[in-house]
T-cell receptor, first 116, second 115 residues
Framework: EAGVTQFPSHSVIEKGQTVTLRCDPISGHDNLYWYRRVMGKEIKFLLHFVKESKQDESGMPNNRFLAERTGGTYSTLKVQPAELEDSGVYFC??????????????FGPGTRLLVL | AQKVTQAQTEISVVEKEDVTLDCVYETRDTTYYLFWYKQPPSGELVFLIRRNSFDEQNEISGRYSWNFQKSTSSFNFTITASQVVDSAVYFCALRTGGGADGLTFGKGTHLIIQP
């Protein structure tokens, strides 16, 4: 069974540009999460999808970030326009059906974003 | 609010030594779940263990063991007879029934096993 995959693995863009990150969850997983780790800080929760619906987006930093999950399969996270402080590693995770707190979340390898 | 503290930023030991990674958590919820993840150089977070707040039994899996103590709000992780392949960043995480849906992570402990 394939794990969570993320694309691209690395992205270097200039301030003001737009970047779109993609996450493909484990097949059959209804729950999809986005996290971010800024240099030297903890991994922080951004948002949670249950299928195509946003269940919790309390961690989204501001309106420059837009997440979508059309069709309830893969998800995209767009940053527009990117700022220097958006640099970091963006992780995606998925878990099986039922949005329960004890469900184990399986993570992808992350996308390393550098904004210059 | 909840918080996870991993006070050890980096630990370096020689292969075959035992090593314990500390994790202290804070939450007001009575039901919560604790996790450990391993991040090898490849970058992904690999799930190691989940523990429920109502189950204080310690767990052993091969060379890995976990000591959960509610009295001290700790969920420590011990690697016995460490190996070079254990070198990684290890994260402790918490999730409660209330609050945000995501995991609350500690900052991670970078474990270096020297041959």
């Amino acid at each position: 069974e394939a794990g969570v995959t993320q694309f691209p693995s690395h992205s270097v863009i200039e301030k003001g540009q737009t970047v779109t990150l993609r996450c493909d969850p484990i097949s059959g997983h209804d729950n999809l999460y986005w996290y971010r780790r800024v240099m030297g800080k903890e991994i922080k929760f951004l948002l949670h999808f249950v299928k195509e619906s946003k269940q919790d987006e309390s961690g989204m930093p501001n309106n420059r970030f837009l997440a979508e999950r059309t069709g309830g399969t893969y998800s995209t996270l767009k940053v527009q326009p990117a700022e220097l402080e958006d640099s970091g590693v963006y992780f995606c995770a998925s878990s099986h059906f039922r949005s329960r707190p004890q469900e184990t979340q399986y993570f992808g390898p992350g996308t390393r974003l550098l904004v210059l | 609010a909840q918080k996870v503290t991993q006070a050890q930023t980096e630990i370096s030991v020689v292969e075959k030594e035992d090593v314990t990674l500390d994790c202290v958590y804070e939450t007001r919820d009575t039901t919560y779940y604790l996790f450990w993840y391993k991040q090898p150089p490849s970058g992904e977070l690999v799930f190691l263990i989940r523990r429920n707040s109502f189950d204080e039994q310690n767990e052993i899996s091969g060379r890995y063991s976990w000591n959960f103590q509610k009295s001290t709000s700790s969920f420590n992780f011990t690697i016995t007879a460490s190996q070079v392949v254990d070198s990684a960043v290890y994260f402790c995480a918490l999730r409660t029934g209330g609050g945000a849906d995501g995991l609350t992570f500690g900052k991670g402990t970078h474990l270096i096993i020297q041959p």
